[in-house]
């Protein structure tokens, strides 16, 4: 029974929920990013350079491969490095990495700026220096405090 409340304990520390919302998170920001590169930022650089698909862009290890079109093929017929692949998952990565670079500037300035605030309200004084403040005040204006009444 204390396993399961070790346990219990565990998985409701924030640290492990904030954990497990990132990581969905990321997944999500990670399909998001692979349709950026593959339906936006990959069509435009092949139609720059005539119409090449990256996708479909592979070296053939054996003479089965040689010739076959698409990719997919290929790889059915026999061994080939497709480089368009790793191409377009580099590009992906440093897509990706660049997002992640601005998600880290705009958190430094949030806390920068939130470090920079000053103290807005000074914080109240305590019932004591309130009444040393008053005897201090007494003692200057020439009066003791038991002629004030502060007992």
């Given at each position: 029974?204390?396993?399961?409340?070790?346990?219990?304990?565990?998985?409701?520390?924030?640290?492990?929920?904030?954990?497990?919302?990132?990581?969905?998170?990321?997944?999500?920001?990670?399909?998001?990013?692979?349709?950026?590169?593959?339906?936006?930022?990959?069509?435009?650089?092949?139609?720059?350079?005539?119409?090449?698909?990256?996708?479909?862009?592979?070296?053939?290890?054996?003479?089965?491969?040689?010739?076959?079109?698409?990719?997919?093929?290929?790889?059915?017929?026999?061994?080939v490095?497709?480089?368009?692949?790793?191409?377009?998952?580099?590009?992906?990565?440093?897509?990706?990495?660049?997002?992640?670079?601005?998600?880290v500037?705009?958190?430094?300035?949030?806390?920068?700026?939130?470090?920079?605030?000053?103290?807005?309200?000074?914080?109240?004084?305590?019932?004591?220096?309130?009444?040393?403040?008053?005897?201090?005040?007494?003692?200057?204006?020439?009066?003791?405090?038991?002629?004030?009444?502060?007992e």
């Open positions: 029974m204390t396993l399961l409340k070790e346990f219990k304990e565990f998985a409701i520390k924030g640290n492990v929920l904030d954990l497990a919302v990132g990581i969905i998170i990321g997944a999500a920001f990670g399909t998001v990013v692979n349709s950026l590169v593959n339906d936006i930022i990959m069509p435009p650089i092949g139609l720059v350079l005539k119409g090449i698909d990256f996708r479909n862009m592979y070296l053939p290890l054996d003479q089965s491969t040689v010739g076959i079109g698409s990719l997919e093929e290929a790889r059915k017929a026999g061994a490095i497709a480089y368009g692949n790793f191409i377009q998952n580099l590009i992906t990565f440093f897509v990706l990495a660049f997002a992640v670079f601005l998600m500037i705009g958190v430094n300035k949030l806390r920068r700026k939130e470090a920079a605030k000053p103290e807005t309200v000074p914080p109240s004084p305590t019932r004591e220096e309130i009444l040393l403040t008053e005897i201090r005040d007494a003692i200057r204006a020439g009066r003791t405090p038991v002629q004030e009444g502060l």
